[in-house]
């Protein structure tokens, strides 16, 4: 991989403001094009369709109560606030998905200091495109909110630090307790990206404390109290950011104070239930999970990010510590989604976010001509100086090895990145609009099957309407979802874990196993077979007459 300087973003040739910002601009229109496009066509997600019939009741009832195995209430709220103002329907509950998905593409802009122009633009383009990411975007979930949240806390933190001294730090504090705030609202994960950062940030203040103890020659009390002395100015302004990270947990988990709720509770039972599903291993995988997603669908990012590691950990520049850390954020990422036995798809956006940033990095400085394009006007200039006429640009002894050298491994890398942005490109269309419902697909887990389109045509043509049409839904798992999401309407739909006992049927929807011709007569009732997901056979028994037009 690239040899040469050291990393330092204002060495980099830098583009044209006019330029950087249509460039920019083009990304992020595209980025927000690619996920809109046909948003509502996939068919529900078992957890989309619970998580928006959970919204439904928050908006018709204003009924809501935390319940760890959903996660937490910020998604129901804002989705509840989208259908009030747009409408009911799977497009709209996608949207909130989509914003922050997009939002957190445009963060990275933010970070123009440290990863330079290029890098933005690099990040900003693959993350624009990551199958995955534009995936879980289309998916009703509270993950892009997670992603947007954790990329506002870094950098917020990172300027706060930058402008420790200055009035400036207030607004990324409030950043910081605010995105916090947001995502511990959001999903439970938020705490172990929280134990993630916060080890770094004590690791890295213990070797600063030591660095300096020793550097001082103090003792180690005064050392401490020095130290201490230093921190104490921050304290108030501390406690009025987690006074206000307290304030927006509490307004979501009491939904808006209506319910009661403490602090304690909210994380007791969050923990509980999470360090439960992770001891009985409820969907367990082995460790390398997510490694197979990642070369399938993310190879540009998974082999640059990773050059990226090595890349900036053997520079020394300004932006050392920056790239320490996002180093550390990506593989502590990885290898904690790999350790948790709660393996699903939808948790690789978690590890692609900092791995996308960092191929971006690694990509913009490459690609810059910072040093290849300085080495050959440093060498026009020298041939010019030197007076030799018609000298090859490589005509030296020691320079010409190193040109063509460099030559090759540009062209070498460009070669990688434009296959895999091609397989990448592929795997992005294919399986967000193509293949989004195949069982097959990696990255669709437990997909409902499109199936119920077809299921719902054939029930809007009984001549018995939404007010009127007595359909009841059996299994006993009480995994019938999407089907309750989808019959909504129908004010007479039921739900039972096995068939009612002497009910005059319209409809009724039961496991595929079940012989209901032995209890219902087959004169009478016409059956209609489907999948409502891989492994779950459904049969829709119907009245005949419900097929006459009368």
């Avoid at 204003?62 to 329907?89: C, E, K, M, W």
């Avoid at 319910?259 to 999470?274: D, G, N, R, Y």
């Avoid at 990145?417 to 294919?430: E, K, P, V």
């Avoid at 096995?498 to 496991?511: F, G, L, R, S, W």
Wanted: proline share 5%; aromatic share 16%.
């Amino acid at each position: 991989m690239q040899q040469g300087q050291d990393y330092n973003t204002k060495n980099s040739p830098e583009l044209s403001e006019r330029k950087y910002k249509i460039l920019g601009f083009l990304i992020i229109l595209f980025a927000l094009l690619i996920r809109l496009f046909d948003l509502g066509e996939r068919v529900f997600h078992h957890d989309e369709s619970v998580h928006a019939s959970f919204t439904l009741r928050l908006l018709e009832n204003g009924q809501y109560r935390y319940d760890p195995a959903y996660h937490g209430p910020f998604l129901f709220h804002s989705t509840a606030v989208v259908f009030h103002l747009l409408g009911i329907n799977d497009t709209t509950a996608r949207l909130i998905p989509v914003f922050f998905g997009v939002a957190a593409i445009l963060l990275l802009f933010v970070l123009k200091k440290e990863l330079g122009e290029r890098g933005v633009l690099w990040s900003a383009f693959l993350l624009s495109f990551s199958p995955s990411m534009v995936y879980f975007s289309r998916f009703f979930r509270n993950d892009p909110i997670i992603v947007f949240c954790t990329l506002a806390t870094v950098i917020g933190g990172i300027r706060y630090l930058e402008n420790l001294h200055s009035s400036k730090r207030y607004p990324y504090l409030i950043l910081v307790a605010s995105s916090l705030a947001i995502a511990v609202s959001s999903k439970e994960n938020t705490y172990l990206i929280i134990l993630m950062f916060g080890a770094y940030a004590g690791i890295y203040s213990l070797y600063r404390f030591y660095s300096d103890w020793k550097k001082e020659k103090l003792s180690l009390k005064k050392t401490l109290v020095l130290k201490s002395s230093a921190i104490f100015p921050f304290i108030p302004e501390i406690l009025i950011s987690g006074t206000l990270f307290i304030f927006i947990v509490m307004l979501f988990y009491t939904s808006l104070f209506r319910t009661p709720e403490t602090l304690f509770s909210i994380v007791e039972k969050a923990f509980s239930h999470w360090m439960e599903m992770h001891r009985i291993e409820r969907i367990g995988g082995p460790f390398y999970f997510y490694i197979p997603i990642l070369l399938v669908y993310e190879s540009p990012i998974l082999i640059f990010g990773t050059a990226g590691i090595i890349h900036f950990l053997k520079k020394k520049g300004e932006n050392t510590s920056f790239f320490m850390f996002l180093s550390y954020w990506t593989v502590a990422s990885l290898l904690l989604y790999s350790y948790l036995q709660e393996k699903v798809p939808w948790l690789v956006v978690h590890i692609v976010l900092p791995f996308g940033i960092l191929a971006g990095a690694y990509l913009g400085d490459f690609f810059s001509g910072t040093p290849g394009r300085r080495q050959k006007n440093l060498l026009e200039t020298e041939n010019m100086n030197s007076g030799t006429e018609n000298m090859n640009l490589f005509g030296t002894d020691k320079k010409p090895a190193s040109g063509t050298k460099r030559s090759i491994a540009h062209t070498f890398v460009a070669g990688i990145l434009a296959l895999t942005l091609i397989i990448s490109l592929a795997q992005c269309i294919s399986v967000n609009f193509y293949r989004n419902m195949e069982p097959d697909e990696l990255m669709t887990y437990s997909q409902a099957s499109p199936d119920i389109r077809q299921l719902m045509e054939k029930i809007g043509e009984f001549n018995l309407g939404l007010e009127t049409l007595r359909i009841s839904v059996v299994d006993p798992e009480n995994l019938y979802w999407p089907l309750p999401w989808y019959l909504r309407d129908y004010e007479k739909a039921a739900y039972y874990k096995k068939p009612p006992a002497k009910v005059e049927y319209d409809a009724i929807i039961v496991p595929a196993t079940y012989r209901m011709y032995e209890v219902i007569p087959e004169e009478k009732y016409a059956s209609y077979n489907f999948s409502l997901r891989p492994g779950k056979e459904f049969t829709l028994y119907y009245n005949k007459e419900l097929e006459k037009k009368g």
